[in-house]
């Protein structure tokens, strides 16, 4: 196959700062990394910041950032958001919809003519169009202009939005597609017919670092052990679950602990442990790295991931994971890597938190066993080189 030299990321937000989520860090990565091996790489985006109202916040335009030519254009304006509320709503429950709703949804889903328009007439101009994540209008829209030179980056969930056929078109529909893991691959084969041999499991690369497990509790004046979680704060990402589960192991047990959060969005622990938890808020990514490292274990509480950065940077600090059982992704990196334990309920929750602060050489062997996965399997060079085969021939 010939190598695709120049190529289009779509996605509805570019990832700057510490603003946006998994799905556009990995995009933005994987963009800064096509630009890295002498790619010429465009990345058509939107003008908004912000996930919850979509205004255009940002000027229209192009502007370089590092390698990579990022050019904004307006979400539109005319969207019906109710209509788009009401068919989410309908779809999240898992009802059936009708065949105009699931248009009505997609239509009003984030969209932009203006960037539809751009990448229209300048099409000739690429060897690969490639967006994502899935759940978005423009993620469809440019799977529809760019056929077979689409690549889909789905970040996919096991959800009602996964079975509409508006969904399941645009994956069978694809040019080729690249997974970031095993599971979601899996989830897509069991719900799509895929193209054979059109799909690869890609993933992002995890920078090598090493952090002092030491450093972020004296510094902040921390004499307890604590658990960390880092990510946005939504019931989408189990967060209440993860407040509520430790406010009960902290009555039951009476054991010193505090929870820290990294991130982004409000958190509201219960009255009783408001003094135990720490919302921390955005920190620097060192800084980051050694609060994870410093840490009794990581905790996953979400049932919907396709990959889990945050989850792979908690092994190479040397931390093991504690993750819901439920979410086939990060279970699968736990139990693949050796490197964690997972619960579905709290008296499993408690067992194995109670495990992991008992046993510190216990908590050792699963943190080293972590560092090892990833050193193994998601290092920059390695998933660069995955990338790149999927890139220029479909899959690898």
Known sequence: MPRSERIAFVCPRFAEGATVGGAETLLRWQAERAAMAGRSVTFLTTCAENHFTWANDLPAGPKQAGPILVHRFPVDGDRDVGTFLRVQAAISRGGLVSEADERAWIENSVNSRALCRHLEER????????????LFGTTVAAGRIARSKFMLVPCLHDEGFARTGVIRRMFEDSGSIGFNSEPERDLAARLYELKPGRSAVIGMGIPEFDADPGAFAARRGIAEPYIIYSGRREGGKGTPVL??????FRRRSGRPLKLLLTGSGEAHPPDAVRGDVMDLGFLPE????????????????????????????????????????????????????????????????????????????????????????????YTCGAVSRRLMAALDGGAA
């Open 286 to 377: 060192e800084e980051k790295r050694e609060a994870m490292a410093g840490a009794v274990a990581f905790c996953h509480p979400s049932v919907n991931e396709s990959f889990s950065i945050v989850q792979l940077e908690a092994f190479m600090a040397r931390t093991p994971a504690l993750v819901h059982g439920m979410c086939e992704v990060t279970t699968f990196h736990c139990r693949r890597a050796r490197a964690g334990l997972w619960f579905r309920t709290y008296p499993e929750f408690e067992e194995c938190l109670l495990r992991l602060l008992d046993r510190p050489g216990l908590r050792a062997a699963l943190g080293g066993a972590g560092r090892r996965y990833v050193l193994e399997h």
């Open 123 to 134: 099409l000739g101009e690429f060897d690969r169009v490639v967006a994502g994540p899935y």
């Open 243 to 248: 407040m509520d589960y430790f406010a009960l």
